[in-house]
C-alpha cells in the first residue's frame, strides 16, 4: 500500500541502513547496561554516576553523540513503579500493615529501586542508540529538521 502511493518504508539500523552491517542489538544493549562501551564492551561507558564519557578508552568509539535525554528516566518510573505497586497490592491483599508501617517499606523500596536502575537502564539506552545507528553513531551529522513554512 505505500509503495503504490510512493511512500517509501523507513527502517533503521543494520543492512538496511546503506549497506552497513548489522551491529549486535542486544550484546550493545548488555554491555550499555553493565556500564561498558557497547562496541568493545571492555572501556568505562559512565565517567560519572550518569555522566558518560566522550570517547571510549579502548577501542576509541565516540560516545558523545547520544541522546539519552529523558527516556532513561521515564522507563525506570514504568519498572519500578509495576514493581512497587505489584508488590504493595500482593503485600496488602495479604496482611493488615498500618499506614507508617507501608511508608516505612515502600518509599526506601521506590527511592533504592529507583537510584539502582537508573545507570543500567541509560547504558542500555545508549546501546540500542548505538546497535541503531542512531544520532550519529553511523558517522553521519545529526541535525534538526526545519519546521514547516520556515
Request: aromatic residues 8%; charged residues 15%; hydrophobic residues 45%.
Amino acid at each position: 500500500m505505500a509503495s503504490e502511493l510512493g511512500i517509501q518504508e523507513q527502517v533503521f539500523g543494520g543492512e538496511h541502513h546503506s549497506g552497513r552491517v548489522a551491529r549486535p542489538l542486544w550484546t550493545a544493549m548488555k554491555r550499555g547496561a553493565l556500564g561498558r562501551c557497547p562496541h568493545c564492551g571492555e572501556g568505562k561507558l559512565f565517567a560519572g554516576f550518569t555522566k558518560s564519557v566522550d570517547k571510549c578508552s579502548v577501542c576509541g568509539e565516540e560516545l558523545h553523540h547520544h541522546r539519552a535525554d529523558d527516556l532513561p528516566a521515564y522507563l525506570v518510573i514504568v519498572i519500578v513503579g509495576h514493581i512497587v505497586l505489584g508488590s504493595f497490592m500482593a503485600l496488602e491483599a495479604t496482611s493488615t500493615l498500618s499506614m507508617w508501617q507501608h511508608i516505612a517499606i515502600w518509599v526506601p523500596l521506590t527511592i533504592a529501586l529507583s537510584v539502582a536502575l537508573l545507570q543500567p537502564v541509560k547504558g542500555a539506552v545508549i546501546g540500542l542508540q548505538w546497535a541503531l545507528y542512531m544520532h550519529g553513531f553511523g558517522g553521519e551529522k545529526d541535525a534538526t529538521e526545519p519546521r514547516p513554512g520556515t
